[in-house]
């Protein structure tokens, strides 16, 4: 079965810094981050593919990093100068690939709580 498995979620102070880590059971393509505040729709926080191609949310832009290793199917969100802002559940997502048949489906990491206090 296929899994992601998210990791780095903590409370840190306002200009702190934080690593989160997704690592996929499976054949990756495009990978992201969403956050989803309190009262607030899911968003999406940044995307990548698997040429390493990258696309931020303006709210992000210049703050945070996101990266891969395609080795390992892992995604990365390098985030810094964080702003109470930010404070959310954030969630991995990933296309994975089934070799047997090549279709793409989409998964969903169990998410992660990040806390930025002021």
């Known amino acids: 079965q296929v899994q992601l498995v998210e990791s780095g979620g903590g409370l840190v102070q306002a200009g702190g810094s934080l690593t989160l880590s997704c690592a996929a059971s499976?054949?990756?393509?495009?990978m992201g981050w969403y956050r989803q505040a309190p009262g607030k729709q899911r968003e999406l926080v940044a995307s990548?593919?698997?040429?390493?191609?990258?696309n931020y949310a303006d709210s992000v832009k210049g703050r945070f990093a996101i990266s891969r290793d395609n080795a390992k199917d892992t995604v990365y969100l390098q985030m810094n100068s964080l702003k109470p802002e930010d404070t959310a559940v954030y969630y991995c997502?990933?296309?994975?690939?089934?070799?047997?048949?090549?279709?793409?489906?989409?998964?969903w990491g169990q998410g992660t709580q990040v806390t930025v206090s002021s």
């Open positions: 997502n990933a296309d994975i690939r089934n070799p047997l048949d090549r279709k793409i489906s989409n998964y």
């Open positions: 990548i593919t698997r040429g390493a191609n990258t």
């Open positions: 499976g054949s990756t393509v495009n």
